[in-house]
């Protein structure tokens, strides 16, 4: 075979590619939510506790792409994985929502409400939620309707079957919502396994190391394009940590997700929309260690 017929084909197939890759960005990806499963094992994780699962999304950004069908389909998707508590961390709306309409109240509190989770709902909020009294106030209409509690600079105990707990923590977002650590952290031991949810990654690096055990966050959206180097979408309180896992302070783990959603473009490459399922899993204290 002559050298430029070998040289058509490999220009041929890189098209061929670039051009599944781009349809993909453009028109799967962006309401194709994937399924990302974690195990959480301690020895602080009580035994009652033990096999629990503890659902995550976040940046549902509803607004101009995000519609009724795609909450719809999200809404589906985290039933048929039947969890036993689920976290929102915020951003309900998208940053170009100034305000939220009754429709979008309506479909919001509707598709929210429909979201099982026998031990328990619970979210923050996003910087998107409070740009202004009025979406704050709806938001939290919204969620508080949906059977959803917010956490502010707050924790809660989940319990299962009995008096034994693990601790989730909420703290304000940091650009919108102040950020009171000590309060958020009061009801806490140090002994008790203390799940944190935040929405911006970044405030990872304030809370203590001796309590927290996992970290949640999101508000990147995982860059929404990402390419190595660079991204289309880097918002502020993503410095430090972007995306993906981190260990801070050699203590804890920080979990940034990519979120649900889409902003300023109805495009994903490299990272993909996503709902996470955490299962939790007593971990018995041996002589060699935790």
Request: glycine fraction near 8%.
């Amino acid at each position: 075979m002559k050298i430029w017929k070998k040289i058509l084909i490999v220009l041929g197939v890189l098209l061929l590619s670039a051009g599944i890759m781009a349809w993909d960005a453009f028109y799967s990806a962006p309401s194709r939510f994937n399924i990302r499963y974690e195990t959480l094992s301690s020895i602080y994780i009580p035994g009652q506790l033990d096999d629990i699962s503890i659902l995550f999304f976040t940046d549902l950004d509803y607004g101009p792409f995000m519609d009724e069908t795609r909450l719809r389909k999200l809404v589906d998707t985290i039933n048929g994985l039947a969890p036993d508590v689920v976290v929102f961390g915020g951003d309900l709306t998208d940053q170009s929502v100034k305000t939220i309409n009754a429709s979008a109240r309506q479909i919001l509190t509707k598709n929210l409400a429909a979201i099982n989770a026998p031990l328990g709902k619970f979210a923050v909020y996003g910087d998107n939620d409070c740009i202004s009294q009025q979406k704050t106030t709806a938001t939290a209409e919204i969620l508080y309707a949906a059977d959803f509690e917010i956490l502010t600079n707050a924790s809660v105990k989940l319990r299962n079957t009995g008096s034994e707990s693990v601790a989730l923590v909420g703290i304000g977002n940091g650009i919108n919502v102040y950020q009171d650590i000590s309060a958020a952290y009061a009801n806490v031991p140090r002994t008790a396994y203390a799940i944190t949810v935040c929405h911006t990654p970044d405030t990872a690096a304030r809370v203590p190391v001796d309590i927290t055990k996992y970290f949640l966050a999101g508000h990147s959206l995982g860059g929404q394009v990402y390419w190595f180097f660079n991204s289309l979408y880097k918002p502020a309180m993503t410095d430090v940590y972007f995306r993906g896992k981190y260990t801070v302070n050699g203590t804890f783990t920080l979990d940034v997700s990519s979120g649900t959603g889409t902003t300023a473009r109805d495009v994903r490459f490299l990272s993909n929309a996503e709902v996470v399922l955490y299962r939790l899993e007593h971990k018995v204290l041996t002589d060699t260690g935790q």
